[in-house]
């Protein structure tokens, strides 16, 4: 085969490129300090390189994660220690109020006190973190106690049952103190019995504390009566008919205006709240049925209920599992899935009206998880209604009125039976003081786990990426030197030409 000049120039050229194309691929090593550049170069280290990189950037989310739920359990811890002192103080403050030595103003004097640890429970229960509470939940912007006066209205429900009853050692009746005192419209159910101010069978009767029977109502007879104390907003159950009670009892009440160091009830109860309509929800389907488009209606909530413009004979309320026979002009109300039924007497395709109902918000546990590592999630707040109970603050609230309208030689039993309440309250204070103290150490071990996490990432990461810079400069010399010689030879092919040959 012919060799000629042309093709011995070109062969240079890209012998050449070939060395120049190896000495740049080494001169970039050399000055990024990474074996490849580009995915191309090696796939299989930048795969490993990006899976490395991700649980770096993971593992400092973590971190930030970590370091977060510290800040707000250490300000938790804070409130909940100060609230710790609080109680202690207080029973202090009962054994010495318990001493049958004491005088009237000495016991007022304790009066004045408790009434200024009450007032610091209201900021304590309003420790915030970065301008959020940390106690109340997920709604992190509502504050836990009214520390102003305010006139919201909320219609709120509570349920207990007898247990949660407490006997009267004057005379044996039994109290439930509701959360609030001079509370409206309230309505007791207990089974089927429906109490209501001025009922006639089932009555709830308001009274004054100061009243000589506040404390007493009558037997059950042809009418059942439960006594309202309207300063306290205890319900009074005669000792007969609690013997009788085997259902849950549920009270609903509505509360407007809330003052300074009431509880907010949106961190505590369920609360009602209208749907208001003001007209059609729809017409009876095939079946004679039309869902309301809500869940957890409450009883005996809808108003003004026509179906084709007639109103039923009878609303039933009931549950899912619940059996109900309707009468052709009768109506159910499933409270579950807000399915209405109404009965045979009602044409399918008839509008149905009304002119609202109510549905409950049920109150729920609002814990705030933060991801602290890989599928490990921690619960960092501490909410109100376990810390600051419904009951803690109603027997404090009931020590002061005690304090203030109670005559003297009853206030040393009353000083005593306060004792017990407090210890009480204190042992789920120091309850939750220990199990947030417990996720503080939990944290620092995760903590401790994600350092090293971090250094054996990036050494694998270096490890997988990084250049090996003392072999990458002896071949970038290696290099440096092939690339000059081939830089000479070419030089002297270059230089040969016809006229060389004809000397």
Not at 403 to 420: A, R, V, W
Request: some cysteine; glycine content about 6%; hydrophobic content about 35%.
């Amino acid at each position: 085969m012919r060799v000629t000049n042309s093709m011995l120039s070109n062969n240079m050229l890209l012998n050449m490129n070939k060395n120049l194309k190896k000495l740049n691929s080494l001169e970039d090593i050399m000055s990024t300090g990474k074996k490849i550049q580009l995915p191309s170069d090696n796939p299989i280290v930048a795969g490993k390189s990006l899976k490395l990189r991700t649980n770096l950037y993971e593992n400092e989310q973590y971190k930030t994660n970590v370091n977060d739920s510290e800040s707000w359990m250490s300000i938790t811890e804070s409130a909940i220690d100060n609230i710790n002192n609080i109680m202690m103080r207080m029973r202090e403050l009962c054994v010495g109020g318990a001493s049958e030595t004491l005088s009237s103003s000495d016991r007022e004097k304790i009066g004045e006190e408790v009434k200024q640890l009450r007032e610091q429970l209201v900021q304590e229960s309003n420790a915030t973190s970065a301008g959020r509470y940390i106690l109340s939940g997920f709604k992190t912007d509502k504050k836990v106690m009214f520390d102003s006066d305010v006139s919201d209205s909320y219609k709120l429900i509570s349920n207990f049952n007898t247990t949660d009853l407490k006997q009267l050692k004057v005379n044996d009746n039994y109290s439930y103190k509701l959360p609030y005192s001079n509370v409206e419209n309230p309505e007791i159910t207990i089974g089927s019995e429906v109490y209501t101010v001025g009922g006639a069978t089932y009555n709830i009767v308001v009274k004054s504390g100061k009243e000589s029977d506040a404390y007493d109502p009558p037997a059950p007879g042809a009418t059942k009566t439960v006594h309202l104390i309207k300063e306290t907003g205890e319900l009074i159950f005669n000792e007969d008919q609690y013997s009788t009670i085997t259902d849950t009892i549920e009270v609903e009440y509505k509360k407007t205006g809330f003052k300074s160091g009431e509880l907010n009830p949106i961190h505590y109860f369920d609360i009602a709240e209208v749907v208001n309509i003001g007209g059609s929800v729809g017409t009876l389907d095939a079946g004679n049925q039309v869902n309301l488009g809500a869940t957890d209606i409450n009883k005996r909530s809808i108003t003004n209920l026509t179906i084709g413009g007639v109103a039923p004979a009878t609303i039933a309320y009931a549950n899912s599992a619940d059996t109900v026979v309707l009468g052709a002009n009768d109506v159910r109300v499933d409270i579950d899935t807000g399915m209405l039924t109404a009965g045979t007497g009602f044409a399918v395709g008839a509008s149905v009206d009304m002119d609202d109902y109510e549905i409950i918000n049920r109150i729920e546990d609002e814990n705030i998880n933060y991801e602290v590592s890989k599928n490990t999630k921690m619960t960092i707040n501490t909410q109100a209604k376990d810390l600051i109970t419904v009951d803690m603050i109603g027997d404090i609230d009931k020590l002061i009125y005690n304090i203030d309208n109670m005559d003297q030689k009853y206030l040393t039993k009353e000083f005593g039976s306060m004792l017990t309440k407090i210890d009480n309250h204190s042992k789920n204070t120091l309850k939750c003081q220990a199990n947030i103290g417990s996720k503080i150490n939990r944290l620092d071990l995760i903590k401790a786990r994600l350092e090293n996490d971090e250094i054996n990432y990036t050494q694998l990461k270096s490890d997988n990426e990084d250049a090996d810079m003392a072999e990458t400069i002896t071949k970038l010399t290696t290099q440096q030197t092939i690339y000059e010689a081939s830089l000479s030879a070419g030089a002297k092919i270059i230089q040969m030409s016809l006229v060389d040959f004809m000397k």
